[in-house]
């Protein structure tokens, strides 16, 4: 009886170091998806800047009455859009982060 009680701790330990070890490998490998996740946003979001920049400046030498004037705003539009959309989940996670803590 005594023996049994001792090879199942035993089995109960190895199993919890495996568990452990186990998450310790999923909190690096969620890491460093987060750090590559960040490069990957900033870069989105410095090419979404730049492209910004580039239809500002095609709207002040671009008829306002031609139809690529209405094209670029449109474009202009949707690139604002994809700027706020990382506001707004950025916002998200800040909030549901607190809510956490």
């Known amino acids: ?5 001792e ?5 109960y330990n190895e199993t919890l170091v495996k568990f452990i070890d186990y998450h310790r490998r999923i909190l690096a490998f969620t890491q460093h998806c987060n750090s590559l ?3 990957l946003s900033m870069c989105q979001f410095a090419a979404t800047l730049l492209t910004l ?5 095609r709207l002040s030498v671009v008829s306002p009455t031609s139809g690529e004037f209405f094209n670029l705003v449109s474009f202009q539009t949707a ?9 707004c989940l950025g ?3 800040i909030v549901e982060s607190m809510e956490i803590s």
């Open 37 to 39: 996740s960040d490069t």
């Open 7 to 11: 090879i199942i701790y035993d089995n």
């Open 91 to 93: 916002d998200f996670v």
């Open 79 to 87: 690139i604002c859009l994809q700027i706020s959309m990382f506001c």
């Open 1 to 5: 009886s005594d023996r049994a009680k």
């Open 53 to 57: 920049i580039t239809v500002m400046y």
